[in-house]
Nanobody
């Protein structure tokens, strides 16, 4: 079993910053892509940012230049630094990871429970 747990959500004023982290634990042989998604109220879930296991990152257009994704492979952890937050960034943020649990070649997608980020004055 693999678990992903997010940390760092909360309430922040417009223009503020937050850093989310997501730690993977359990039966892990290797982790490939790690990503952050968000689901704003009443809307569908969308990709925020993704980072490959060799550090290549891609971002949604709406967060380019404001958010930065990173990972610590030794700690099986992915981060997203969110700067210049706007009310439209309000959402439940969830992390995901493509994990190879054992020496077998099978890989699976795992998700965290999500953490609320609210941007409001």
């Amino acid at each position: 079993q693999v678990q992903l747990v997010e940390f760092g959500g909360g309430l922040v004023q417009p223009g503020g910053s937050l850093r989310l982290s997501c730690a993977a634990s359990g039966s892990i042989f290797a982790i490939y892509d790690m990503a952050w998604y968000r689901q704003p109220p009443g809307k569908q879930r969308e990709l925020v940012a993704l980072i490959t296991n060799n550090g290549r990152a891609v971002y949604a257009e709406s967060v380019k230049g404001r958010f930065a994704i990173s990972r610590d492979n030794a700690r099986n952890t992915v981060y997203v630094q969110m700067n210049d937050l706007k009310p439209e960034d309000t959402a439940v943020y969830s992390c995901s990871a493509v994990v190879r649990p054992s020496i077998r070649p099978d890989v699976y997608d795992y998700w965290g429970q999500g953490t609320q980020v609210t941007v409001s004055s």
